[in-house]
């Protein structure tokens, strides 16, 4: 049985978010009725058409924009982009979701309008999403979400979260996962906090995570724990946003000393992806800093290394000349330079060469003693 349309209790993002569509969809039939070829303007989403403000603290998209007409030859990509939107709309109605995978099997009802594969339907969905985020709307209020989960989190945080059923909220106590830990789901919108803690600590690896979880780290230092699993996914950076706002705590993250570390997925915490500049309002996280690991570390600490693959180097040499984020900061050019002289690469867990509990009873507390010294 179909769901009942959930009619006058849309939220206001509900209600923005189908404006967004009617409105689009009445420029393209008015368009069509007056014999023009109606036409779709999408913000162009790369690292060229982004800049950097220190003062709003995220890479802002730019004025470029990639036209859409309708013709012979897009002809096709033009009915999947409004069959989508209207997929969209319905399913805000109806108070119901699709993941991206789901999408893409809807559309073998759309006879010649249905997508061949799903990197095919991905991409008209990151199009429209680009369109009205303009208007603030994101994938997430489109109702289309993505496969994987967000991090998970330990600590001293109380996340409220609401029974869909009976419309009650469900606390949430992440202290209380005995060996495990609390999962961040899909969706966050809606999730309020409690928490007494001093700061949150962004984790790369599970590893690390992990040790730090099972040893309490964060009742010692009375923080929160989030494990980003690599490049955090969308929800697990609207989590930390959240928190971070909401709550007035700083972000430190703890990565590993690398060019992949640095420049994907620090970077893309703190201030987005260029691929993705039309949401990183929405998703990146400008007050995180970086806690380490360091190049300096890798001296300070007598930290094991690796030498630096030539696509680190690449990665690297291209984050000094082409990243608006690390052109911006002298600190970061200095820290890469001296990266790329050393010519060496460090892991998380190379501070286990002092000992397995290293990491909580000496380097964390010595580097949280100076956090005015934390990399931008």
């Not at 603030?136 to 496969?147: D, I, Q, Y």
């Not at 430190?252 to 992806?273: E, H, Q, W």
């Not at 929405?282 to 806690?291: H, T, W, Y």
């Not at 600490?301 to 690449?314: F, G, I, N, S």
Request: proline fraction near 5%; hydrophobic fraction near 35%.
């Amino acid at each position: 049985m179909a769901k009942k349309s959930k009619g006058n209790s849309l939220t206001d993002t509900d209600k923005l978010t189908v404006k967004s569509i009617d409105d689009t969809a009445k420029l393209v039939y008015d368009r069509i009725s007056k014999a023009q070829k109606p036409e779709l303007k999408f913000p162009q989403r790369s690292l060229a058409n982004v800049t950097y403000d220190r003062r709003i603290g995220h890479f802002k998209l730019g004025k470029a924009r990639k036209e859409r007409t309708l013709t012979v030859n897009t002809v096709k990509n033009f009915a999947q982009t409004l069959k989508l939107m209207s997929m969209s709309k319905g399913m805000v109605l109806d108070d119901d979701f699709a993941t991206k995978r789901e999408a893409y099997y809807v559309s073998k009802n759309w006879g010649d309008a249905a997508f061949a594969d799903q990197p095919e339907s991905d991409t008209c969905m990151d199009d429209i999403e680009a369109l009205f985020s303009l208007d603030g709307v994101t994938r997430e209020h489109l109702r289309f979400r993505p496969e994987e989960r967000g991090g998970s989190v330990a600590g001293a945080l109380t996340v409220i979260d609401v029974d869909k059923r009976t419309g009650n909220p469900v606390r949430i106590d992440c202290t209380n996962f005995a060996s495990g830990s609390y999962t961040i789901p899909r969706s966050v919108e809606h999730l309020r906090f409690e928490t007494k803690a001093k700061f949150v600590l962004a984790i790369e690896t599970g590893g690390a995570f992990d040790r730090l979880n099972e040893h309490h780290y964060w009742e010692t230092a009375n923080c929160i724990l989030i494990e980003m699993s690599g490049v955090p996914t969308r929800a697990t950076r609207r989590f930390v946003r959240k928190l971070s706002d909401e709550c007035k705590l700083p972000v430190y993250a703890f990565v590993d000393c690398d060019p992949y570390g640095m420049s994907n997925i620090y970077r893309t915490l703190k201030v987005g992806s260029g691929n993705a500049a039309h949401l990183n309002q929405f998703f990146c996280v400008p007050q995180a800093r970086f806690l380490g690991v360091t190049p300096q570390d890798i001296i300070d600490y007598e930290l094991p290394t690796h030498p630096l693959k030539d696509v680190d180097k690449k990665r690297a040499n291209d984050a000094l000349k082409n990243d608006p984020f690390f052109q911006a900061h002298p600190e970061w050019q200095k820290a890469i330079k001296l990266m790329l002289k050393m010519g060496k690469r460090a892991e998380q867990q190379a501070l286990a060469k002092w000992g397995l509990n290293f990491v909580t009873e000496t380097y964390l507390p010595e580097k949280l003693k100076a956090t005015k010294k934390f990399l931008p």
